[in-house]
């Protein structure tokens, strides 16, 4: 950038110098869009393009949306704040605003669909995907995209698909908004001259004490503990149910669940069944896998704490997805519930110990049984 896009060959492709910039056989194209737009046309009947012809218009429409209300009010607040353009907090305030209006109608829309246009990935997920991920990435918090929890789950479901991965990588969420540029001008250095000597000055012990507590509160402080370790002793061992479970590959019913109950403290732990709340949206099987591929990645921080096991039950979509979790503390821990946004999308009950049909439905969810509850699994994935 400044130099190649700025010379005469370059200019004559985009008159105006910036990238990208795509060769074809038949002549330059400029911006992004227009770029995708006509990569996506070069295969006939691209399931990218939908359908019909009001895929087509849909497809178009949330293309334009992308780029009009999130991608330009994205940038209205983040460049500023990245030292590209004055910071002026109106108008920040008012992007800030528009931006919110855009996402709100977004996850309205996404409430009841996976997609933006019909049941698979079409070029206006592509662009909105990309769009959104560089303001995950900078300046979107968790704090700000939990308002919207089925975008949250839309990105998170489609950054986490393959074609998608293999382009994005890794997308670690913005956890601060980056901090307006300082505005205060570098002075001219003075030359320095040499200062009188100073007599040594008697210090004071309460000068002494004052430095002292100083250098106190500058100290390092230890990190606080998680809460959890702070409960009592259980005489449940997580990590031996864990290598028990693991290690069972006949009689699991006689080895495993027996071997779960005789060591299970309701006192320190507590069963948990959660059920999807949107399964009319689980029409398509490889997205419903991975949607819950990565609820398990996100429950990562809860891995010294918890054991679940996840069902994707049914033979075809709709799918159910169902679960049950093992979790330290006689509640769902306040910590997985503050950063693992999947757990909203959940219906969660506490499992009740003395009912035999609720015991006997956990011992089922351990084991995969199938079929489950009258239907066949797709699949069953295990936290631990």
Known sequence: MGVSNKTPEFLKMNPIGKVPVLETPDGPIFESNAIA????RLKPDNPLYGSTLIDYG????????????????????????????????????????????????????????????????TLADIVMICNLSVGFKLIMTKNFTSQFPHVERYFWTLVNQPNFKKVLGDIKQAESIPPVPSKKPTQPKESVKPKPKEEPKEVKKDEVKVKVAVEEEDAPKPKAKNPLDLLPPSKMILDDWKRLYSNTKTNFREVAIKGFWDMYDPEGYSLWFCDYKYNEENTVSFVTLNKVSGFLQRMDLARKYAFGKMLIIGSEGPYKVKGLWLFRGTEIPQFILDECYDTELYEWTKVDITDEAQKERVNQLIEDAEPFEGEPLLDAKCFK
């Open 37 to 40: 737009r006509y990569v996506a």
């Open 58 to 121: 849909h497809i178009e429409q949330w293309i334009d949306f992308s780029a009009t209300e999130v991608d330009a009010n994205l940038a209205r607040w983040l460049y500023p704040r990245l030292g590209f353009g004055p910071h002026l907090p109106p108008a920040e305030e008012a992007a800030i605003a528009a931006l919110k209006r855009a996402l709100e109608a977004l996850n309205t829309h996404l409430a009841s669909s996976t997609y933006l246009v019909g049941h698979g990935v």
